[in-house]
Nanobody, 122 residues
Framework: QVQLVESGGGLVQAGGSLRLSCAAS??????YAWFRQAPGKERELVAA????????YYADSVKGRSTISRDSDKNTVYLQMNSLKPEDTAVYYC?????????????????WGQGTQVTVSS
């Protein structure tokens, strides 16, 4: 079980940008994803990345505005979010699963961070 700590959230105006970071406690053969949960809504996948970083997937709602990446040397996964919208407001969670393939199913992920709040004002 890898421990994950998210950071980088905060309050930003619509159209602004944020870069979320997810620091992993150890270097493992894992793939990662970012999920988010807004008040009154179910948790949804935002982006996923394979172990190698060569395969990435995005929710339609953020495609073209967000980039997931990883730095293996730093054991860190990032989510760059641009052109933020009020509907992006949510708690964002980093998650890790075993294996090299990116996954969309949250049940595949065994490790979760505590979450970081992103609030986008209009």
């Amino acid at each position: 079980q890898v421990q994950l700590v998210e950071s980088g959230g905060g309050l930003v105006q619509a159209g602004g940008s944020l870069r979320l970071s997810c620091a992993a406690s150890e270097r493992t053969l894992s793939s990662y994803a970012w999920f988010r949960q807004a008040p009154g809504k179910e948790r949804e996948l935002v982006a996923a990345i394979s172990w190698s970083g060569t395969s990435t997937y995005y929710a339609d709602s953020v495609k073209g505005r967000s980039t997931i990446s990883r730095d293996s040397d730093k054991n860190t996964v990032y989510l760059q979010m641009n052109s933020l919208k009020p509907e992006d407001t949510a708690v964002y969670y980093c998650a890790a699963k075993s294996g090299t393939r990116a996954g969309w199913n949250q049940n595949e992920y065994h490790s979760w961070g505590q979450g970081t709040q992103v609030t986008v004002s209009s």
